[in-house]
């Protein structure tokens, strides 16, 4: 082996930069720049509070973004998920209207619980659609993204759906003012979310499942993996973490309309990208997903405090990133 | 343009080595065009992510030989080959073609050059037809308008030249991995190539294809074109080949005319040391011996009226042309293939239909014969392909323990002889025969009772060749049962104690004891005796 001493001390030094997986480490780079530029823009960007402020505030997105991580991991694609948010949110909501419990703690309990029930189901449908319906997932989602907003219009009857009882919304704020030990709520549910996640994906079974599924659905079927269960069971997750994405979301304005979430999808896609995770499945990042999703918020954020873009090219803004990101992925996955 | 090498009339007799020529009687033409040196690589070093896989190897091709080049998996043949082919640039090292040093072009721009490359993995698109792949890049157009007719013409007259009957308008996707090796090897030839470089072309193929493929390869070499050659098939080496140049390691071992080696010491200088006998001692099972598997009437698509059984400890080979049903009969069996009727029993108990898991828990293993699009996850590493099929052994309640998951790792690389330079590396970037080790190992992983393997040793060397039938062989000995699918004769004779033959998609014939070989086989897969099967 070592019979050629004179090749080998040259790429030795090499070798420990180039093991490092440029597209695991991409997302945190971007990251500290954007941190670094928003520093530049303006001085009151990098203090703790305004950081803080701009994580709460990506914390539905990122916790969408951690189920749009299963969904894309295992080669699937989930355009409903905006839709799902105001569909859960106002029957959530409509839920805690009819005062069918008495006690407001157990009603906003049972709330909860029901809110991740829909999610649950709402993703079971889309996941149904596309295994048993054998229908493309980005026209399956697409379907139910019309249907779950339709119901939405129709349940709020083209309005604002609002929490009546001043005593419910007064118990349920701190979940989403709350802050614990200095942390907001939201900060905590999110990495905690995550953390589950992150173990799904790489600690557990269904973690390899899903990555089997979404490199090589033949291989997976070979391997004995019930390929339809995996892909379902994604879904389902993802319509859990949109319940998440929804108990934050109600205590925030304590109301909800038809136009709820729109766009959304766009935005959990595009952190599920720029984290890193390969679009046509494989590979799964899900602390770089939500790297991604305070990225597009980091940049909303700078762009507010800066007078030179206005904050209405925000969605525009948003869109160029997503493009951008798959370019610097591909360019990465050709280097390695 | 004034060193373009001498005209393929002039008799270089120099160059030329006469031991080779002199194994050639019938070509009278060949001193003609043989001899000078086209492609040349000096002290071609190469190292991925500074793993070194090549050290300093020499290599000639001249113009109007067949080179061979030989070495166990992982030796760096297919590495050298893209680096003499452009695919990959050497770390150091210079490449001369015609005798003037060379950059190849990236990606398959050597093309231009007259370098063409049948790779190993192939490199075909799915969605396209076979007349599109062989067209791909230099369609045949009049003002801008395709000449799909002309182009379709000619795709036939290929394919038929390879005697192959593949329709040109059969879209990709849809074809055997013989079918698709063989549109590979029609599209290099295709191309007027004056070198082709062939990385284990016939491992997929039946002995008819294979030698259609060399009847061709002889011609355009007669013609002066130059060819590389990988292949495990020690035969085919020695009959086709003019030179041979053996890799061990990375290092370069020897090159000789082929004429003065034999397969033996060809097999010897690859290992470096001395093989025993390549096939274990058969051992037959009782007669009594428990049935584990019985197959009763089964039909698919395409296999009709299927009956056969499996004793304890057997080995049982499956013989037949490619496209015979074999794998079809097996995967249908292994709940992997839909069936039409019939009746799968493992034991006692009556196997569901097109249920994978259910055979499974009842200790049935089936390794695919298609490990690049059914076998592995080219991108996942070495952990994570071998436990994909187990992975509840490797921890509780869907927990995976990756202490235990390593440990097996180690025990199948012991086990199996899986070399890697990088324990890190991703399975598409191991050698072809590691990857076929690697399967081997995913599949064991289970303990099954049941060994189902289609084509075993695809692209594997001669010395894992002999440690897989070994392997086998133990098996069986220790009470599991193995079928083994296989279009290598020698491989199905040397292993099996019962052979059955399978014709468009029946059994026509199962033999046993003296009426093992290969003439006997032969008629019966051809059609030309049949007999009741109970
Ligand atoms: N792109 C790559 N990145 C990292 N390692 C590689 C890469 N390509 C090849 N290797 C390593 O180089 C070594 C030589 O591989 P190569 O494919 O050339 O072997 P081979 O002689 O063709 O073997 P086989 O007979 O099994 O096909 C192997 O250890 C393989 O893992
Ligand atoms: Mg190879």
């Known amino acids: 082996m070592g019979a050629n001493v004179t090749t080998e001390d040259q790429v030795e030094p090499k070798r420990r930069w180039q093991d490092v997986d440029l597209r695991a480490v991409a997302p945190f780079v971007a990251l500290a720049l954007l941190l670094l530029l928003g520093a530049m823009v303006n001085s009151n960007f990098i203090s703790l509070n305004n950081l803080a402020n701009v994580a709460t505030r990506s914390a539905f997105i990122a916790l969408i973004a951690v189920g749009a991580t299963f969904v894309i991991s295992s080669g699937d694609l989930d355009l409903s998920v905006g839709s799902m948010v105001a569909f859960v949110a106002s029957l959530m909501i409509l839920f805690m209207n009819s005062n069918a419990i008495a006690d407001p703690g157990m009603m906003i309990a049972a709330a909860m619980l029901l809110a991740l029930i829909v999610g649950a189901l709402c993703g079971l449908a889309n996941g149904l659609i596309t295994t048993v319906g054998k229908i493309e997932p980005f026209i399956a989602t697409l379907g139910t993204m019309g249907i779950y907003r339709g119901l939405t219009t129709w349940l709020s009857q083209g309005g604002a759906i609002t929490l009546q009882s001043a005593e419910q919304q007064d118990l349920y704020r701190p979940a989403y003012f709350g802050v614990i030990l200095g942390v907001p709520v939201p900060i905590i549910v999110v990495l905690a979310v995550t953390s589950v996640a992150a173990f799904v994906l790489y600690r557990m079974r269904y973690g390899r499942h899903v990555v089997a599924v979404g490199s090589n659905p033949n291989v997976a079927r070979y391997s004995g993996i019930k390929v339809d269960r995996v892909r379902t069971t994604a879904f389902v997750i993802q319509g859990v973490c949109v319940a998440i994405a929804v108990m934050l979301y109600v205590p925030r304005l304590g109301s909800t309309s038809a136009t709820t979430g729109i766009l959304w999808e766009l935005q959990a896609i595009t952190a599920v990208v720029i984290g890193g995770t390969a679009l046509k499945g494989g590979a799964s990042r899900v602390w770089g997903t939500i790297c991604g999703a305070f990225i597009l918020e980091l940049v909303g954020n700078i762009m507010l405090l800066s007078n030179f873009i206005s904050e209405y090219l925000i969605g525009a803004i948003q869109g160029a990133i997503i493009i951008i990101a798959m370019l610097v992925q591909r360019s990465l996955v050709r280097k390695s | ?534």
């Open chain 2, 1 to 534: 343009m004034e060193s373009e090498p001498k005209g393929s009339g002039d008799i270089v007799v120099s160059a030329r080595d006469d031991v080779a020529s002199a194994t050639h009687e019938d070509s009278q033409i060949m001193p003609a065009t043989r001899g000078d040196i086209v492609l040349s690589a000096q002290r071609i070093s190469k190292s991925f992510n500074g793993v070194q896989v090549l050290f300093s190897v020499d290599f000639d091709l001249r113009r109007g030989e067949i080179h061979a080049l030989m070495g166990e998996n992982g030796a760096g043949k297919s590495t050298l080959v893209k680096v003499l082919s452009g695919f990959e640039q050497p770390t150091s090292g210079e490449i001369f073609l015609d005798g003037k040093p060379v950059k190849l072009p990236p990606n398959g721009a050597a093309e231009a050059l007259g370098i063409v490359v049948i790779h190993q993995e192939f490199n075909l698109a799915e969605h396209l037809t076979v007349t599109e792949s062989l067209f791909l890049g230099r369609e045949v157009a009049h003002f801008g308008l395709l000449d799909r007719k002309f182009m379709r013409r000619e795709t036939r007259r290929v394919l038929d030249m390879l005697g192959s009957h593949i329709s040109e308008t059969a879209v990709i996707g849809s074809l055997t991995v013989a079918d698709k090796q063989m549109v590979e090897i029609a599209k290099a030839i295709s191309r007027d190539a004056r070198i082709v470089f062939m990385d284990e072309p016939t491992a997929v193929l039946s002995r008819g294809e294979t030698e259609a493929l060399f009847k061709q390869v002889r011609k355009l070499r007669d013609l002066g074109t130059s060819f590389v050659f990988v292949s495990h098939k020690l035969d085919e080496v020695t009959e086709l080949s003019d030179r041979v140049t053996v890799l061990r390691d990375g290092q370069w071992v020897k090159t000789a005319p082929t004429a003065m080696l034999d397969g033996e010491s060809i097999a010897q200088l690859m290992v470096g040391r001395e093989l025993s006998s390549l096939y274990p001692q058969k051992s037959e099972p009782n007669v009594d011996e428990t049935r584990v598997l019985s197959v009763v009437g089964l039909n698919t698509a395409h296999v009709r009226d299927a009956h056969f059984d499996l004793r304890k400890g057997e080995i049982l080979g499956f013989s037949g042309m490619i496209g015979s049903g074999r794998t079809e009969l097996m995967e249908a069996i292994a709940g992997l293939y839909p069936r039409v009727s019939g009746e799968v029993r493992i034991g006692n108990a009556l196997m569901p239909a097109g249920d994978i898991q259910a055979t499974a828990a009842a200790g049935l293993a089936y390794m695919t014969k298609d490990r690049k699009s059914k076998g592995l996850l080219l991108g996942s590493d070495m952990t994570s392909n071998l436990t994909l099929q187990s992975l509840d052994q490797h921890g509780r309640w869907g927990y995976l323990s990756p202490a235990s998951e390593r440990k097996a790792l180690a025990r199948a690389r012991r086990r199996f002889d899986i070399r890697v330079r990088d324990a890190s590396v991703v399975a598409g970037r191991m050698s072809g025969g590691n990857q076929q080790k690697l399967l081997l190992a995913k599949v064991m992983e289970i303990t099954p009772k049941i060994l189902i393997i289609d084509e075993p040793t695809r692209g594997i060397d001669v010395g894992t060749k002999q440690q897989i039938y070994h392997f086998i062989a133990a098996l069986a000995r220790e009470g599991c049962s193995v079928i083994v699918v296989s279009s290598e004769m020698p491989e199905i004779i040397g292993l099996c104690t019962r052979i059955v033959v399978m014709r468009a998609g029946r059994i026509v014939g199962v033999l046993e004891g003296d009426e093992i070989n290969e003439q006997e086989i032969m008629r019966y897969s051809a059609g030309l005796k049949q007999k009741a099967v109970a």
